[in-house]
């Protein structure tokens, strides 16, 4: 079992509709938990950090359920900007060394 | 723009050959971290280097070795490359070694494929 899996997709969506994706992870150890954000043929970029308690930034809500071992992002309210693959990433206790998912495409439509 | 800049940013080489990568990090960066992306995939932890020494090393072979300048820029190279190599190589700087890799700056990349 890979240690950080996501569905790739490609999610196809209309603009102003609502999409959520899910990553699991494998090592209960895990402490950190981070979106980031890679458009085509560009570096990823920092989207959002994952709280234990879930946090939200605009139309972006980002949960983490320890005991399931998953963090979750919802995006509402979705734009054509939005079109990007969404990179998970989990970082384990006292190691610098992140572990990327595969990422989920999203193609948002008008 | 991150501050961060990779050269070359594309290039196409013949199995067996080797190659360097080069990275600039963002001034005042003393730690810069390697990354290989393959296509369809997410970036793989390569090594990274905090004042000139090797600090951290993911799963991959010896190879894959770098550098880091006393100016702190990088090197990757890769000997006897392989099909499976092509991919793109990001470099990250951070302030140091202590900081979380969510405050590292992304160079684009550099687009390397193996024929």
């Known amino acids: 079992r890979k240690e950080v899996e996501q569905d790739p997709g490609p999610f196809n969506v209309p603009e102003g509709a609502t999409v959520a994706f899910n990553c699991t992870y494998s090592?209960?150890?895990?402490?950190?938990f981070f979106w980031y954000r890679q458009d085509c043929r560009k570096e990823p970029k920092l989207l959002m950090s994952v709280y234990s308690s879930g946090n939200e930034d605009g139309r972006f809500t980002a949960q983490l359920n320890r005991a399931s071992q998953y963090i979750s992002l919802l995006i509402r309210d979705s734009k054509l900007s939005d079109s990007a693959t969404y990179l998970c990433?989990?970082?384990?206790?006292?190691?610098?060394?992140?572990?990327f998912g595969r990422g989920t495409s999203l193609i948002v439509h008008p | 723009e991150t501050g961060v800049t990779q050269s070359p940013t594309h290039l196409i080489k013949t199995r067996g050959q080797q190659v360097t990568l080069r990275c600039s990090s963002q001034?005042?960066?003393?730690?810069v971290s390697w990354y290989q992306q393959a296509l369809g995939q997410g970036p793989q932890f390569i090594f990274q280097?905090?004042?000139?020494?090797?600090?951290g090393r993911g799963n991959f072979p010896p190879r894959f070795s770098g550098l880091q300048f006393p100016n702190y820029s990088s090197e990757l190279n890769v000997n006897a490359l392989e099909l499976d190599d092509s991919a793109l190589y990001l470099c990250a700087s951070s302030l140091d070694d202590r900081a979380s890799f969510t405050e590292a700056f992304f160079g684009q990349g550099t687009r390397l494929t193996v024929v």
């Open positions: 280097y905090y004042r000139e020494e090797e600090n």
């Open positions: 090592n209960s150890a895990s402490q950190s």
């Open positions: 001034s005042g960066h003393n730690t």
């Open positions: 990433v989990v970082n384990s206790g006292g190691s610098y060394i992140p572990t």
